[in-house]
């Protein structure tokens, strides 16, 4: 396997990032750690006579505490996130979901962005974001628009993003009062064969607001409407609710097979962990309302 020959372009700005990449249209991608771009290059998956190396774009980098948001840029890697001070007090479960992505090598070059952005079936982040109630800001040029992450993985492969447009940040905004988020997955090879996130917030020992995301199963992850199934249970009738739910968000998931799996034995695992995951954030929401 070897690389065919490409030029590299290293843009100061957004501006001129998304001008190069419209301008060169089809000949030219943007890359980050370029640890899905190359290998697909390499693999003859996808040939590029110009790359556009967006990891010093400043306005891609930094991770900030806003009012109600955490604002992580688009070229940070996974293993800055899952080592922040600031990322792990916000949100602990997602830098324990980052911990958990890939394997250190690929964690340290590989960005939340070309996650998001190759949009892979498998992908973690993309699940754990959606339940998150996570917001993606786009730019092209000098327009930026928001996008909410259960919007922006539109098929295997596929985003929202327009030509040239780049995905600048993700904002992540803070936990509800008592509400807690349980994240959990499965692999049997490199990548996640399934992947749940839920987030549960309680009201005076009942749940008030719930979302249930599922991803790898399918082509993109999905939010469950069946989360609204959980509203007014309390900790007596939660497990039951919870079954109930789990099992009719793996049937809406409408799992593929993958290869590996049958449909039906993915439509189990989502059902699964989809309990264990709602389960997993009741209680962090009990212990929330503790202190
Ligand atoms: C061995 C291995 C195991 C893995 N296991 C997991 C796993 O367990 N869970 C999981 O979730 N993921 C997993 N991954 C995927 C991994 O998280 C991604 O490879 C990585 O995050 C991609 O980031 P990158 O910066 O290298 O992307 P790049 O390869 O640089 O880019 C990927 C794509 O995104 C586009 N792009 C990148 N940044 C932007 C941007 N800011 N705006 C617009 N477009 C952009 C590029 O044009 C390209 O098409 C695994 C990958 C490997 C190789």
């Known amino acids: 396997m070897k690389l065919p020959p490409f030029s590299i ?14 301008d060169l249209a089809d000949d030219a991608a943007a890359y980050c750690g370029g640890t899905e771009l190359l290998l697909t290059m390499k693999l003859g998956l996808a040939d590029y006579a110009h790359l556009v190396d967006l990891k010093r774009v ?9 009012r109600t948001s955490l604002r992580i840029g688009a070229a ?7 080592s922040s001070p600031q990322v792990r007090a916000w949100c602990p479960a997602f830098a324990a979901m980052l911990s958990e992505v890939a394997n ?21 982040p993309a699940t754990f974001l959606i339940a998150a109630g996570a917001s993606m800001l786009c730019q092209m040029a000098g327009d930026t628009r928001r996008v ?11 985003t929202a993003l327009g030509p040239g447009e780049l995905l600048v940040a993700v904002e992540v905004p803070a936990l509800p009062v008592q509400a807690g988020i349980g994240h959990v997955r499965m692999k049997l090879h490199e990548r996640p064969t399934v992947t749940v996130t ?19 199963v399918s ?11 959980l509203l007014g249970a309390a900790a007596a009738d939660f497990d039951d609710r919870a079954g109930a739910c789990a099992w009719q968000a ?9 290869g590996d799996c049958s449909p039906e034995y993915l439509r189990h695992l989502a059902y699964v962990h989809s309990r264990r995951a709602l389960n997993l954030a009741f209680a962090a929401a009990r212990d929330a309302g503790l202190w």
Request: glycine share 8%; hydrophobic share 40%; proline share 6%.
């Open 76 to 82: 940070i890697t996974h293993y800055e996130l899952e």
């Open 104 to 124: 250190i090598r690929v964690r340290s070059t590989g960005t939340l962005g070309g996650n998001l952005c190759f949009a892979d079936p498998h992908s973690d």
């Open 219 to 229: 082509a993109v992850p999905v939010s469950a409407d069946a989360a609204a199934l």
């Open 148 to 158: 909410p992450a259960s919007e922006f993985v539109t098929g295997p492969y596929q």
């Open 58 to 66: 400043a306005a891609l980098r930094g991770i900030t505490t806003e």
């Open 9 to 22: 372009h290293r843009p100061g700005s957004v501006q001129e990032a998304s001008r190069l990449l419209a």
């Open 198 to 216: 839920a987030m549960v917030q309680l009201t005076r020992g009942a749940v008030s607001d719930a979302r249930l995301a599922i991803g790898s």
């Open 250 to 258: 793996a049937l809406d998931a409408g799992p593929l097979s993958d």
